[in-house]
Structures are given as C-alpha cells and as structure tokens.
C-alpha cells in the first residue's frame, strides 16, 4: 500500500507540473496576442482555458480520493492539501491569461493600450512568461532557488503595475476613457498572474524546507 501511495504521490506532483505548462502556453499566447493584436492566439488562449480548467478539477478529484483513502499524515497531508491549493491557483493564473485575451480580441483590430504604456505592457508580459515557465521547472524540481526568482520578478511587475497607474492618473495622460479602463484591467490581470505565482511558489518553498516564507518577506 505505500508503494501505491508514494505512486499516487507522484501523479499528482506530474499533474501539477503538466497543468503549469499549460498555464505558460496560455500566458506566452495571451501576452503576444495583446501586444501584437493578434485574434487568433487571442480565441486559441479563451478556448484552451477549458483544458487548464478540466485539468485541475481531475487533480482536486485525484487529491481529494488519496486523501479518503490513504488518510495522509505530517508531510505527505501537507503534500496532497498543497496540491488542492496550487491547483486553484494555477487555474486562477489561466483565467489571467484568458481576461487578457479578452482585451485583445474585443479591441481587435486596434491595439488595446496607447502607444506610450506599450514597451511597459510588453516588459509585463515578458515578466508574466518568465514566472511561468519558471514555476514549471519549481513544480517540477522544487530548487528552492527558483522561488527566490519568481518572487524578485513579481516585485518588478509590481513596479510597472504602479507605474501604470501613475501615467494614466497624471495630468498629461491623453487617452479616452475606454483606454483608461482597458490599461488598468490589463494592468491588474498581469499583476495578479504574478502574484498567483508567489503564492504557489511559496507553499513549493514551504513543503521543501519547511520555513514559510511571510507575505511581507
């Protein structure tokens, strides 16, 4: 039975990881389909957010079986119960990617921010996709070294994001109404797939040494 059990472990451990490669897919199509205008990668990120979505209800299901059946204790509880919770963040990052899509093909064929805040979309997106693939290879290896990284990079898309809001509240900001709704909602979505990626990288960091890293650290 424990042979069955550490088996089962590492299923959920390669779910986890294939989900993540989806997110990163998902944010790689969905930065460039808003920078670039493009439609199609904008409808093949929304369609695909069906797959990450039936991807993590099958974990949540496999997790939540392991947990009736073998009734885990100490680190191997901490294992399954963690995976619950990266999977609903990882699903939350593929909404992220979806919203930002959204943006995209509803302002199809124009571009949706002006011109002067696109080199600081474009550096989020580059950020967003670097975490990304990232936290695939932290899920994957859980190199604690990795989380240090993810966390130094999501302070930078905080910056930017902050930065974001400071151009369109500034007295010289020229851009319509509507601009100013889609640079702030594309803003936050890009700041929140970030922040989703901390939090899994600290529950990653946590399971591997067993120091949990404060939300101030």
């Given at each position: 039975?424990?042979?069955?059990?550490?088996?089962?472990?590492?299923?959920?451990?390669?779910?986890?990881?294939?989900?993540?490669?989806?997110?990163?897919?998902?944010?790689?199509?969905?930065?460039?389909?808003?920078?670039?205008?493009?439609?199609?990668?904008?409808?093949?990120?929304?369609?695909?957010?069906?797959?990450?979505?039936?991807?993590?209800?099958?974990?949540?299901?496999?997790?939540?079986?392991?947990?009736?059946?073998?009734?885990?204790?100490?680190?191997?509880?901490?294992?399954?119960?963690?995976?619950?919770?990266?999977?609903?963040?990882?699903?939350?990052?593929?909404?992220?990617?979806?919203?930002?899509?959204?943006?995209?093909?509803?302002?199809?064929?124009?571009?949706?921010?002006?011109?002067?805040?696109?080199?600081?979309?474009?550096?989020?997106?580059?950020?967003?996709?670097?975490?990304?693939?990232?936290?695939?290879?932290?899920l994957r290896t859980e190199d604690v070294k990795l989380a240090e990284e993810i966390r130094n990079e999501d302070d930078e898309i905080d910056a930017l994001h902050l930065d974001v809001f400071d151009k369109v509240l500034g007295e010289t900001w020229k851009g319509e109404a509507v601009d100013t709704v889609d640079a702030?909602?594309?803003?936050?979505?890009?700041?929140?797939?970030?922040?989703?990626?901390?939090?899994?990288?600290?529950?990653?960091?946590?399971?591997?040494?067993?120091?949990?890293?404060?939300?101030?650290?």
């Amino acid at each position: 039975m424990r042979e069955v059990f550490q088996q089962e472990l590492a299923e959920v451990q390669e779910r986890l990881v294939e989900i993540a490669e989806l997110v990163a897919n998902s944010i790689d199509k969905a930065t460039r389909a808003f920078n670039e205008s493009d439609v199609g990668l904008a409808e093949e990120v929304i369609a695909d957010d069906d797959r990450i979505d039936a991807r993590a209800v099958a974990l949540d299901e496999l997790a939540i079986t392991i947990l009736a059946r073998q009734q885990p204790v100490a680190r191997d509880l901490r294992i399954v119960v963690s995976a619950l919770r990266i999977s609903a963040s990882l699903e939350r990052m593929g909404d992220m990617s979806t919203h930002i899509s959204q943006l995209a093909r509803y302002r199809f064929p124009d571009k949706v921010v002006p011109k002067t805040l696109r080199p600081t979309f474009a550096e989020m997106g580059r950020l967003d996709v670097e975490i990304a693939r990232k936290l695939v290879e932290l899920l994957r290896t859980e190199d604690v070294k990795l989380a240090e990284e993810i966390r130094n990079e999501d302070d930078e898309i905080d910056a930017l994001h902050l930065d974001v809001f400071d151009k369109v509240l500034g007295e010289t900001w020229k851009g319509e109404a509507v601009d100013t709704v889609d640079a702030t909602l594309a803003s936050r979505y890009h700041e929140r797939f970030a922040d989703h990626a901390v939090s899994i990288a600290k529950k990653v960091q946590y399971l591997a040494t067993g120091d949990w890293v404060p939300d101030d650290a």
